[in-house]
């Protein structure tokens, strides 16, 4: 298969940071090329895990996918990006993005936050400030002078990505950021649509578009049973059917039936009787499941689709210590060959 520049693992920081940690290193060990590490609602901080997670490592990337320039001052995200990456060097991607969900469920949001331009801005501080260069702007979403520059700079600076969702936000990625990590429940259909996004705004800015990468969090399910690993992806898909922006469902080619059912269902009894809901068809539109072969299919398409870097995230399979290590023996290898 032709396309991808790797294949990591996408994890989650809901779990105690030793659990984490030991996935991390079983994930360098089994030859991935990333771990993706998120900051998921108030469980623990991405940056603190990442510095364990480089350190315990010497060869797998290791991505904050992603911190959120809400809870923490841009300045001080390039000073964090700037240690990441003299901890590991040339092994960090740091990803941004506004956590929308979490800063106004917990009413953390900041009076008169602009959730874009402050992503933007922050994406600027962070690639200026970690190439040795000066702030270089005036902010509008937080306090620093332009003429502001760090004490020491890492050797090379870690590529910053964002955790883009709407049009706007991946264009503006286009213009100013090293690629996009897309989120939760990507599908081929919405892929495509976030690609042509990013390359033309990319392009109108004078950018080459084949500079940036499209990384993607694939819900993935491996193992023998077919049908085991294909209902392991249920509850999630259940989950974030009910609750993603329409763009991820509307580009994805979803049967709208389908997806309405599911999102009955969970308003009326709950995730559990969403996933209950969940049709054979939206676990093909949004997933990776089934046999080796089945994901490895899917990841083609994906391929086409555009996207650079599958992010193999959440479920792995109905075991998920067996699906982990299908994905790196059988998958990986497949999907790698030019």
Known sequence: MTGFRGFGL???????????LAVVAEAERLGFDEVSLPESRLFQSVTSLAAAALAATSEITVRIG????????????????????DIGPGRLRFGLGAAEWTVRRFEMAP???????????????????TAGRDLGFAPRSFKASPDLRLDRPPAAPAPVDVGAVNARMIAESGRHADGVQLGAITSPGYT?????????????????????????????????????????VRPVLAYYLARVEGVVVDSAGADPEAVAAVRAAVAEGGDDRGAA??????????????????????LSVFAGAGLDLPLAWYTFGPDRNEGVRLLAEQVRPRILTP
Request: charged fraction near 20%.
């Open 10 to 20: 996408s994890l989650s920081n809901e779990d105690p940071a030793a659990d984490t």
């Open 277 to 298: 809901a969940v049709s054979e068809s939206l676990i093909d539109v949004f997933a990776a499941a089934g046999t080796v072969d089945d994901v490895i299919g899917r």
């Open 192 to 232: 495509r649509w976030a690609r042509n996004v990013l390359d033309e705004a990319a392009a109108a800015a004078g950018r080459d578009p084949g500079d940036l990468l499209v990384s993607a969090n694939v819900l993935t399910s491996v193992g023998p049973d077919r049908a085991a690993a294909r209902r392991a």
């Open 66 to 85: 992603i911190a959120n320039p809400v809870f923490r001052h841009p300045v001080l995200l390039a000073l964090e990006a700037a240690t990441l990456a």
């Open 111 to 129: 009076e008169g936050w602009w959730p874009l331009t402050n992503t933007v801005e922050a994406v600027r501080a962070v690639r200026n400030l």
